[in-house]
C-alpha cells in the first residue's frame, strides 16, 4: 500500500476510506535521570537514535539486554520499529514496539562475531522508526486460493520449490 501525504498532517492512501493523521511528535519520558534522549542526527533522517542508558560489555557469540532509561507513547494505529544503525555491527534482536506498550524500552543486541563488543554509556545501539499500521483481520482460505494466480516469476514464485500443504502430492 502507499500511502501519499495529501496535507500537512494528513496521510491518504488509494486504497483507504479515511484520512489518517500522522504524529506531530513523540512523547518521551526519562525514567532514570542518565537517559540521553532520543535524537535525529540530521532532519531527514527517518528514525530517532535511541542510546545505551550504561556501558556494557557483549561477549562474542552471545547477547544482552540493553536498557535505554526511557519510555515512549506510540499512539494507537502506529507502531515504532527499532533498527540497527548502518555504522553498527552488531544486531538488534528487538524490534517492535506496539501502540499501549508504556515499559522501558530494552534491547536485544546481538554480537555475531568472534570477539567481545563493547559500548560506551550513551551509545546510539539503534533507531527507531515510527510508521503506521495497515494490519487487516486474517482471513484463512484455500491453497488453491493463494498458489493459482498466475505470476511471472516462475512455477517457485522466484525463490525455491515450495513444500506442499497436508496430503498435496
Keep these: ?5 495529501t496535507g500537512i498532517g494528513v496521510f491518504r ?12 511528535e513523540i512523547k518521551v519520558a526519562r525514567i532514570n535521570t542518565e537517559a540521553k534522549l532520543p535524537t535525529r542526527k540530521h532532519p531527514n533522517d527517518a528514525g530517532i537514535d535511541v542510546y545505551s542508558l550504561e556501558a556494557i560489555e557483549i561477549k562474542a557469540h552471545t547477547f544482552a539486554f540493553v536498557h535505554t532509561g526511557i519510555i515512549v507513547e506510540i499512539p494507537e494505529g502506529f507502531v515504532g520499529i527499532i533498527k540497527p544503525k548502518g555504522g553498527n555491527t552488531h544486531l ?3 524490534g517492535v514496539v506496539d501502540a499501549g506498550y508504556t515499559g522501558e524500552i530494552i534491547l536485544r543486541v546481538v554480537n555475531p562475531f568472534d570477539v567481545d563488543m563493547a559500548f560506551e554509556k550513551g551509545h546510539p545501539m539503534g533507531q527507531m522508526v515510527i510508521l503506521p499500521v495497515v494490519t487487516p483481520p486474517v482471513k ?3 491453497y488453491e486460493e493463494i498458489t ?8 517457485t514464485g522466484g525463490i525455491h520449490q515450495q513444500p506442499l500443504p497436508f496430503g498435496k502430492d
Design 1 to 5: 500500500m502507499y500511502l501519499g501525504r
Design 13 to 24: 492512501g488509494p486504497d483507504l476510506d479515511r484520512e489518517e493523521t500522522f504524529m506531530k
Design 92 to 94: 538488534l534482536g528487538s
Design 140 to 142: 484463512e482460505v484455500f
Design 148 to 155: 493459482d494466480k498466475k505470476t511471472d516469476r516462475g512455477a
